[in-house]
């Protein structure tokens, strides 16, 4: 079976074993992750496993809800939470944050678009001073931003701007905004700051896509619907609010679930 990193076990004893079956690990604190490894020959019958969904279930892992965030620069009904899940008008452009800061995380959020060409994202770790003084209609001049893009924004913007849209994509750009900064994972966008997807996985309009994001030590990276594609290295800085984007446009966010490592 193949399939990049993932969350194995606790014991470092067991990754000996491990590394005598020549897998590359990596530790994080006291978890484990298998890097980017294909196992052909553990059973009798090989199993081709492509994709491997962090569901958020397990030891430290917890639901977050509506007690978690507070409102930054949106209107009051900008954001509705029902069971489990969170709409947002889109209206007007700001965000909401979590009530404490949060330095090394997993995260786990399933997201959908309502309507073609809908814009959005997930702050990571910005700033106290990106978000105190900011204006509805305004996005955090510092973080880390893990865009969440449908399809119908990069014909919309060659529209609009008569130019070829090669500077973004909609399958999982990260990036830094403002006064933040990381080293991207290639491949990069011109600029060189934006890390692109090496895969193009992200559903369209109405259908719920699945985003695994681990920020651990200054590093963030992304699975698209159960795939790492993309990602970036020495940001800063590297702690900060979790934040959720409304911006322009309808989007629903549900079974958002996070652990907290050392």
Known sequence: MSFSRCTLFHDRSIAHTIRSLGMSLAFYGTFCFIENVSLTSLHAEETVVSKAFIDGIGPDWRTLGENDFVNVNCDSDTWTWKAGSVHCTGKPVGVIRMRTPVTNIELVVEWRHLSDGGNSGVFLWAPESALSSIKPGQLPPGGIEVQVLDHGYAAQF?????????????????????????????????????????????????????????????????????????????????????????????????????????
Request: aromatic content about 10%.
């Open 158 to 262: 060659e529209k609009s701007a008569g130019k070829k849209a090669d500077w973004f994509t909609t399958h999982g750009d990260v990036f830094p905004v403002g006064g933040s900064d990381m080293k991207p994972f290639e491949p990069v966008a011109p600029d060189g700051k934006r890390s692109f997807p090496r895969k193009n996985l992200s559903l369209g309009i109405n259908q719920w896509n699945h985003y695994y994001i681990r920020a651990i030590n200054g590093e963030v990276r992304l699975w698209v619907n159960g795939e790492e594609v993309s990602g970036g290295r020495d940001c800063k800085p590297a702690t900060g609010f979790l934040c959720l984007e409304s911006e322009g446009a309808p989007v629903e966010f549900r079974n958002l679930r996070i652990r907290e490592l050392p």
